[in-house]
């Protein structure tokens, strides 16, 4: 995955150089737009403690995805207009961290967040550059959370297995981008999304544990304008 985001912000830098030599063209009031690219989603975690009984500062960490994802755009005037992402589900490994730094890995989780945007956009629709800012509302859903033998080892030794869900929650992300236009229909685009994400994670042996996730998008894409 690595390889793969790098190739994008190659590709990405190599476009707006071709941009600066060709023609723009309109982003305006009425036109839809889609793009394709790779989200590179990281969660900005700060743990609370998990409840007891349990060690003090039992905390939890949680490792970024890439996935790629596919984004619709419709200009409401031809400076606002409304966005909403589609994506596959990002797929986290939650580790432990605090007294219990270097456990490995407790469970697994899968996220599928679903985001409708307004947005700002900067400059004459006819720009080559067109940088925006945009807010709006997120709901974060997830699924399919697992827990490892390890977390059943922290939490109820010698007992079944310990199962978790992890609350989901409507909440709020602001945005900001840049849109490089190459031609009459072709356009790159590279957003950068933070999302305010409190939620709890709770466990089958009666355990919780606060999770204050924030997770910051990088996305690289290729759109197209109709």
């Given at each position: 995955m690595k390889v793969r985001f790098n190739s994008v912000v190659k590709m990405t830098v190599a476009a707006a150089a071709l941009a600066c030599a060709t023609g723009a063209s309109a982003q305006s009031a009425g036109q839809l737009t889609a793009k394709f690219g790779f989200n590179q989603l990281t969660p900005k975690v700060e743990s609370g403690d998990l409840s007891g009984p349990a060690l003090?500062?039992?905390?939890?960490s949680v490792d970024r995805d890439i996935q790629p994802v596919?984004?619709?755009?419709?200009?409401?005037?031809?400076?606002?207009?409304?966005?909403?992402?589609?994506?596959?589900?990002?797929?986290?490994?939650?580790?432990?961290?605090?007294?219990?730094?270097?456990?490995?890995e407790l469970a697994t989780v899968?996220?599928?967040p679903a985001i409708a945007l307004l947005q700002y956009r900067f400059f004459d629709p006819s720009a080559t550059f067109r940088p925006y800012v945009g807010i709006g509302a997120t709901y974060a859903y997830f699924m399919k959370e697992r827990g490892s033998g390890k977390l059943t080892a922290l939490t109820n030794p010698g007992g079944p297995?310990?199962?978790?869900?992890?609350?989901?929650?409507?909440?709020?992300?602001?945005?900001?981008?840049?849109?490089?236009?190459?031609?009459?229909?072709?356009?790159?685009?590279?957003?950068?999304?933070?999302?305010?994400?409190?939620?709890?994670?709770?466990?089958?042996?009666?355990?919780?544990?606060?999770?204050?996730?924030?997770?910051?998008?990088?996305?690289?894409a290729v759109g197209y304008k109709f």
């Amino acid at each position: 995955m690595k390889v793969r985001f790098n190739s994008v912000v190659k590709m990405t830098v190599a476009a707006a150089a071709l941009a600066c030599a060709t023609g723009a063209s309109a982003q305006s009031a009425g036109q839809l737009t889609a793009k394709f690219g790779f989200n590179q989603l990281t969660p900005k975690v700060e743990s609370g403690d998990l409840s007891g009984p349990a060690l003090p500062f039992t905390k939890a960490s949680v490792d970024r995805d890439i996935q790629p994802v596919l984004i619709f755009a419709y200009g409401l005037t031809n400076n606002i207009s409304a966005e909403v992402a589609l994506g596959t589900p990002y797929k986290h490994k939650i580790k432990g961290a605090g007294s219990i730094q270097g456990t490995g890995e407790l469970a697994t989780v899968e996220a599928l967040p679903a985001i409708a945007l307004l947005q700002y956009r900067f400059f004459d629709p006819s720009a080559t550059f067109r940088p925006y800012v945009g807010i709006g509302a997120t709901y974060a859903y997830f699924m399919k959370e697992r827990g490892s033998g390890k977390l059943t080892a922290l939490t109820n030794p010698g007992g079944p297995a310990t199962t978790l869900s992890i609350d989901n929650k409507f909440t709020y992300t602001a945005q900001v981008g840049l849109v490089t236009n190459l031609n009459e229909r072709w356009f790159v685009d590279m957003t950068v999304n933070k999302t305010r994400l409190r939620t709890v994670a709770n466990f089958s042996t009666g355990q919780t544990q606060d999770m204050k996730l924030d997770p910051v998008s990088v996305i690289l894409a290729v759109g197209y304008k109709f």
